[in-house]
């Protein structure tokens, strides 16, 4: 098991910036795949931003590319979402989640950390 806690969530203006990150417990955190997702109030829950095991490899949903930037610190067993130039649709929930292999489901999840920009 793998257990997932975001934090750094907030109020900001437009234009501005929040660092979010999520802290893994459990099973060692650094062959694992992690990655961001956010779900605004009545919308599904939609992909922002992957990284895989080493931070090599990072992939991002075009609506935030550009603006978020997504990396890790295996030491830390931390994950981070830098997020720029926020925009008032960015406001959602954010969370985090694992998974083992690119191809694999994303097995674990975060409670989420709420984002709110005003415009």
């Known amino acids: 098991q793998v257990q997932l806690v975001e934090s750094g969530g907030g109020l900001v203006q437009a234009g501005g910036s929040l660092r979010l990150s999520c802290a893994a417990s459990g099973r060692t955190f650094s062959p694992y795949y992690m990655g961001w997702f956010r779900q605004a109030p009545g919308k599904e829950r939609e992909f922002v931003a992957h990284i895989s095991w080493n931070g090599g490899s990072t992939y991002y949903a075009d609506s935030v590319k550009g603006r978020f930037t997504i990396s890790r610190d295996n030491a830390k067993n931390t994950v981070y979402l830098q997020m720029n130039s926020l925009k008032p649709e960015d406001t959602a929930v954010y969370s985090c989640?694992?998974?083992?292999?690119?191809?694999?489901?994303?097995?674990?999840w975060g409670q989420g950390t709420q984002v709110t920009v005003s415009s």
């Open positions: 989640a694992a998974r083992i292999l690119y191809t694999s489901p994303w097995s674990y």
